[in-house]
């Protein structure tokens, strides 16, 4: 059984670039546009892991974070947010938020990999 994982960008080429590094992982990846999205799929997807960019019109990453943190369908998913952005204070927001761990666009695609793997158990 492969990884499930919910990769939120709102940038198309992010999304597929995660998509490909991803899938060509093994993993299974479903893709969302920014945070509302990404919630109104949450039900469906069921995913083992969630992947987020901070910066996003409609709903950005912390309001994505505390959202799944407070709801029922996935409260204890992990959480790993990939942006551009590398601030300790938005790193400690995140965190306060319930993000389980930090990776720094652009990625290493095999650090990618290797960090959802530590922090998904797989």
Known sequence: MSLRILAIDDSLTMREMLRQTLTEAGFDVVLAEDGIDGLNQLPDVAPDLILTDLNMPNMDGFGL??????????????????????????????????????????????????????????
């Open 65 to 122: 974070i505390e959202a799944v943190r407070k709801g029922d369908i996935a409260p204890r998913v992990p959480i790993l947010v990939l942006t551009t952005e590398s601030a300790t204070t938005l790193k400690e927001r995140a965190r306060q938020a319930g993000a389980t761990g930090w990776i720094t666009k652009p990625f290493d695609e095999q650090s990618l990999v290797s960090t959802i793997r530590r922090v998904a158990a797989v």
